[in-house]
């Protein structure tokens, strides 16, 4: 989360992240108001991962730096978003009957609300991988947004747990489970369903919850098989050269839409399935991950119809992930794959800086911040085991910072409250603090 800041603060991590001020291309579009950074979406503010933090702690165990601890029952991989004092998370039964949405004190770790959101008589199959609310909310001051694919999507009003608004109309058969996230643009609420049999993107009014513009995927997949169409993707909007976009991978291709109609702008097609990592964006180019196919590609935003021989500058298949998504630092594009292989690649032109080989099935997505200790930055890197290692965001080589340990594993991406980590293992979330010595 970007907590409050002076504007020489600003100044500061703007040159650590290695990013122009107000250009068009240096990082993702935000539209709605957050003016004070709070972690309100997957991947924090811009969708990409990066706090503005440089005092998020690095060390922790199970007897050190826990502020508090709060189990969380049941079996979702959600990630907690945060505004002001309230910290949200979307949770799920294990059999997927019972949907529901968590609000917990930021100060205290207090269950504050639990609100059963659907009940679900006969949930569809979820493979024992994914979880039934593996889509995190999206929040905003005195709303929450919530989203379990198919099985349905709502509104409700975060000061008393009151749903405002829910739609359950919108088929999908995801055939292993939901995983994609909505994001806000505008007055818009924006949701992907690739499933096996339907494929296809809405925008929904925020407030009212009616359906503005709906948008049939048009990608050739070249097969009739639905498991080769399904995805877990989040879009992601930005500006370039004056022109909006939201980038929106699917299987097979990647297509950019204008957020506000639904019109496609361009289409890139790269191979590939289970789209599951959120695009990023910087130095002009957009970066798409998925399994299979080109694995990662970078590609220019100011094509028109289909760019895929013309608009590519780069992709690469080495180590890359399915699953986490990645982080650009300055010139630098780090990212860790499902196996616990680490890398640093050329962002400019995907070249192979360095790789350490850590071990672990990796989940989350990486985290980076600012430090006043570390040049370029830190990263944190959690795994489905407990562990989790915090490095130098460093292009040159591997530094570990520390290792760490909590009894159960990370599904769910890390988020930021203030100077807090807010960490949702298998069972519990936690919030870390750096205890002042």
Sequence with gaps: MRSPCAFPLVLTVIAALGCPAAADDAAPHTQNPNPKGYWNQFRGPAGNGTSTSTMLPTRWSETENVTWKTAIPGKAWSSPVVWGKQVWVSNSTEDGKTLSAVGIDLDTGKVVHDVTVFEIAEPQYCHPYNSPASGTPVIEEGRLWVHYGSAGTACLDTSTGRILWSRQDFPCNHHRGPGSSPILFENLLIIN?????????????????????????????????????????????????????????????????????????????????????????????????????????????????????????????????????????????????????????????????????????????????????????????????????????????????????????????????????????????????????
């Design 193 to 437: 369903f690739d499933g096996y049999d339907f494929q296809y993107v809405v925008a929904l009014d925020k407030e009212t919850g009616r359906t503005v513009w709906k948008r049939n995927r048009d990608i050739n997949y070249g097969s009739s098989n639905g498991d080769v169409k399904k995805a877990y993707s989040t879009p992601t909007v930005i500006r370039h050269a004056g022109r909006l976009q939201m980038i929106d991978p699917s299987s097979v291709a990647t297509i950019a839409y204008d957020p506000r109609t639904g019109d496609e702008l361009w289409k890139v097609y790269h191979g590939g399935f289970n789209a599951a990592a959120r695009p990023l964006f910087g130095h002009g180019l957009v970066y798409i991950n998925l399994e299979g196919g080109d694995r990662l590609l970078a590609v220019r935003p100011d094509g028109t119809g289909d760019v895929t021989k013309t608009h590519v500058a780069w992709k690469t298949m080495k180590s890359t992930p399915t699953r986490p998504s990645q982080i650009l630092a300055g010139d630098s594009f780090f990212m860790v794959s499902d196996g616990g292989v680490v890398s640093c690649l050329n962002a400019a032109t995907g070249e192979q800086r360095w790789t350490k080989r850590l071990g672990g099935p990796h989940c989350a997505s990486l985290l980076h911040a600012p430090s006043t200790e570390y040049e370029h930055g830190i990263l944190w890197i959690f795994d489905e085991n407990g562990s989790a290692r915090v490095i130098e965001a460093d292009p040159k080589e591997y530094r570990e910072v520390s290792e760490n340990k909590l009894d159960a594993g990370c599904m769910a991406s890390p988020a930021v409250a203030g100077d807090s980590l807010l960490v949702r293992t298998k069972t519990h979330l936690y919030r870390l603090d750096q205890k002042a010595e």
